[in-house]
């Protein structure tokens, strides 16, 4: 059971947009900054999002974030098939000493 | 263009050992905090440990303290995981990562750690 809640899946149209939830608590992410994640199994991850709304250079303007008190969002725009991946947001938990991931939503493009 | 190779994975008796290795390159290794992430089959992405710049800080899961440790080379560009007393459950790919703006923003291909009598 992660310390980070996503919801196992979301799905929207060709297009369309999606968001995607994280919910923490005050011990990881009301009090520290979250980043998000795009993973295609047995490839490496790529960071989309970092500082809860700052992408890294080359991730398009499709992909945004947002942070308020214990929950996070990722927004993706125009969604695309090539989309079509598992999305973790991950930040550290003061509590654990640790960083620590959501357990992942896995996004279905229809 | 920054690049992580991970290796030394393979496949490794319960109870065993396996040491990981990590090489950076392009990007000045010394001045970067480092993690290693793994991925259990049918699984989520598991932060298992960091270690600061001049390894005066290192933290680990609960899940593998006491039996991993993690070091690094500044002078070779290298990055290890030392698993020691390895369980079934510690089957998994394994991810080093360079941290970043407090966010894992370089990670490797990852090396495949297979625990199994």
Redesign the interface.
């Known amino acids: 059971q992660?310390v980070l809640t996503q919801p196992p899946s979301v799905s929207a149209a060709s297009g369309q947009k999606v968001t995607i939830s994280c919910s923490g608590s005050n011990s990881n992410i009301g009090n520290?900054?979250v980043?998000w994640?795009q993973?295609f199994?047995?490839?490496?991850?790529?960071?989309l999002i970092?500082?809860n709304n700052?992408r890294?250079s080359g991730i398009p303007d499709r992909f945004s974030g947002s942070k308020s008190g214990t929950s996070a969002t990722l927004g993706i725009t125009g969604l695309q098939t090539g989309d079509e991946a598992?999305y973790?947001c991950?930040?550290?938990d003061i509590g654990?000493?640790?960083?620590?991931?959501?357990?992942?939503t896995k996004l279905t493009v229809l | 263009e920054v690049q992580l190779v991970e290796s030394g994975g393979g496949l490794v008796q319960p109870g065993g050992s396996l040491r990981l290795s990590c090489a950076a390159s392009g990007f000045t290794f010394a001045t970067y905090n480092m993690?290693w992430?793994r991925?259990a089959p049918g699984t989520?992405?598991?932060?298992i440990s960091?270690i600061s710049t001049d390894s005066a800080s290192i933290?680990?899961?609960?899940s593998v303290k006491g039996r991993f440790s993690i070091s690094r080379d500044n002078a070779k560009n290298s990055l290890f995981l030392q698993m020691n007393s390895l369980r079934d459950e510690d089957t998994a790919?394994y991810?080093c990562?360079r941290h970043?703006?407090?966010?894992?923003?370089?990670?490797?291909?990852?090396t495949l750690v297979t625990v199994s009598s």
């Open positions: 992660s520290n900054d980043s994640y993973h199994p047995g490839t490496a991850p790529k960071l970092y500082k700052n890294p598992d973790y991950g930040t550290w654990l000493r640790s960083s620590v991931f959501g357990g992942g | 993690n992430v991925q989520g992405l598991e932060w960091f933290y680990f899961a609960e790919l991810y990562a970043s703006y407090e966010a894992l923003d370089h990670w490797g291909q990852g």
